[in-house]
């Protein structure tokens, strides 16, 4: 497009007396070039718009930055329910969460974990009990297991059905020695032929102890008590010994802590109780070992004895302001006053060279 210079020079008409310099504007102004001055042609807003087409598609061979705003996912809050075993006060804490509230928070995180714990410990010991009981069994009948399989029974089949046949037999010993007979093909006139030819199950002969084996076996005995009873005692006292140093240390008043300390304390008194001692002083070594090992216990302590170290040191400050006072007369430095009642008085004291 050739450059335009447009004159926009106002000359006035000498031709038209009269005319005032608003009529003179009025008819040198025309609209359309004005707004051809303002807004673009109709071809320059599409050579603009051809142009950014251009810049857009050569956009994309250069590397783009990601700000870290958009590499941000967002997290969908959820509306949580407070648990139903929370109580009234509990369940105010969970909904509205503060700085205040937040030991309720605490309280019942410890409870719950130790009721867990417990509940888990419990379960366990129930399971183990259950394996000792049923490994007798197992280890009784674990090398027949396969004789009856390849019959076609199980284990708990075989047992049932003995445990049957002897619940019988102590209900009706002659009807349940016919059966069994009949349930083995065993015929019993066979049986009687036999027993007629001087067949006869053998007897157990009899064992008789000597005097020293009745000695040995009560000396065994006594012993066997003796050791039980002084286990028994020690257990009792080493009871005795843990109950009273818990109930002398804070820690072990909520429950949850309490097992948290107890784990960390157990390998450690388990190794002193080897080497001998007192059981308080074994507990007490234990202890101080955890609380100012374990950080986490670490920061439990100092928070629990803060408020009894400050104490101490308000008390020692007024102790020695007390006795600051008692010597100077009062609480500042320097040299004690003399108060004088009268004029006179404090001028001879003056004279004499005192203050």
Known sequence: MADKT??????ADVEKVGVSLRDSL?????????????????????????????ETE????????????????????????????????????????TAANSHVLQAYLSRRAYQTQSDYSRKMNELEQTRQKVTGLYNVIKDHESDYVR???????????????????????????????????????????MRSQ????????????TAADAERIAQEKIQAMMQQQQQSVLAESNYNAVQSFMNSKPLFKDPGTALQLEEAMAPIVAALTQQGGNPQEILETAYNYVTKG?????????????????????????????????ISG????????MQTKDLRTNLQRRFNGGE
């Open 151 to 193: 019959k076609g029974l199980n284990m708990a089949d075989v047992t049932r059905r003995f445990i049957e046949w002897d619940k019988a037999m102590d209900a009706n010993p002659m009807q349940t020695a016919l059966e069994w007979l009949d349930a083995y093909e065993i015929d019993l006139d066979q049986l009687a032929q």
């Open 26 to 54: 009025q008819s040198k102004f025309d609209a359309k070039d004005e707004a051809d001055r303002v807004e673009p042609d109709a071809v320059e807003v599409e050579e603009d718009e051809d142009t950014e087409e251009v």
């Open 294 to 326: 374990n950080p986490t216990f670490a920061a439990l302590t100092q928070r629990l004895e803060a408020p009894a170290v400050v104490e101490q040191k308000v008390r020692q400050a007024q102790k020695a302001k007390a006795a600051t006072k008692s």
């Open 198 to 209: 001087g067949y006869a199950p053998q007897q157990p002969q009899p064992q008789y102890l």
């Open 58 to 97: 050569e956009a994309p061979n250069e590397p783009q930055q990601v700000t870290p705003q958009q590499t941000q996912v967002k997290t969908e809050r959820l509306a949580v329910a407070p648990p139903g075993d929370m109580s009234k006060e509990e369940k105010d804490a969970f909904m509205n969460p």
């Open 330 to 337: 009062g609480t500042g430095s320097g040299s004690p006053r």
């Open 6 to 11: 447009e004159n926009t020079e106002v000359q």
